[in-house]
């Protein structure tokens, strides 16, 4: 299955559905099922960050810094499209918390996530630049969705559904904080 290696604590983010958006400095053709692995450095300036930005530390809340998974598989999403930044900021679907947790400059490229999953165990596995292929077999039965709630892409609470892939609180949430 095809699998994107990213630095804690993105990975994290992605898989729980906090961060719906993955910028790059490459585009793909690639669209479908998204394993996540979460390398194995954790930098000190990302461990920091999950202490001093607040949409961090409200998004993993519920997570011991120190004891994200690293050098394993996470959990899987789906990429659904890829927009260039530009693009994505001309707009107004971009959250502050989007902003917050992807690097929008000029020239990079928006990866559009949905249908986020995060796996009961991690499944150790090495990571590889740009979308590799995970072969494991042991995948299906490892593969187990950590009962765990997702939060809303929006305003942090709680999801209760999801809004084209996106998880929301509520069909009608339209916190705008940008």
């Known amino acids: 299955m095809k699998t994107l290696s990213l630095l804690q604590p993105w990975a994290t983010l992605v898989v729980i559905g ?3 958006i993955e910028t ?7 669209r479908g099922p998204l394993l996540i692995h979460a390398s194995k450095n954790f930098r000190k300036q990302n ?6 930005n607040e949409y961090f530390r409200r998004a993993l809340a519920d997570r011991r810094i120190e004891e994200l998974p690293l050098g394993a598989i996470i959990g ?5 499209e890829i927009r260039t930044t530009t693009v994505m900021l001309s707009g107004r679907e971009l959250s502050t918390q989007d902003k917050n947790f992807g690097d929008f400059s000029w020239g990079r ?4 996530l949905s249908d986020f999953e995060e796996f009961a165990k991690p499944i150790s596995a090495k990571g590889s630049l740009g979308i590799w292929e995970f072969t494991e077999s042991a995948l299906g ?8 709630s997702v939060i809303c892409c929006y305003c942090g609470k709680p ?3 999801a809004q084209d892939g996106v998880p929301v609180c509520d069909p009608y949430c339209l916190v705008d904080d940008f």
């Open 76 to 80: 899987k999403c789906f990429l659904r």
């Open 141 to 148: 039965h490892l593969a187990e969705k950590r009962s765990r």
């Open 18 to 20: 906090a961060k719906r």
């Open 47 to 52: 461990r920091e960050v999950c202490g001093s």
């Open 159 to 161: 999801a209760r559904g």
């Open 109 to 112: 490229w928006a990866w559009i």
């Open 24 to 30: 790059r400095s490459w585009a793909t053709d690639y």
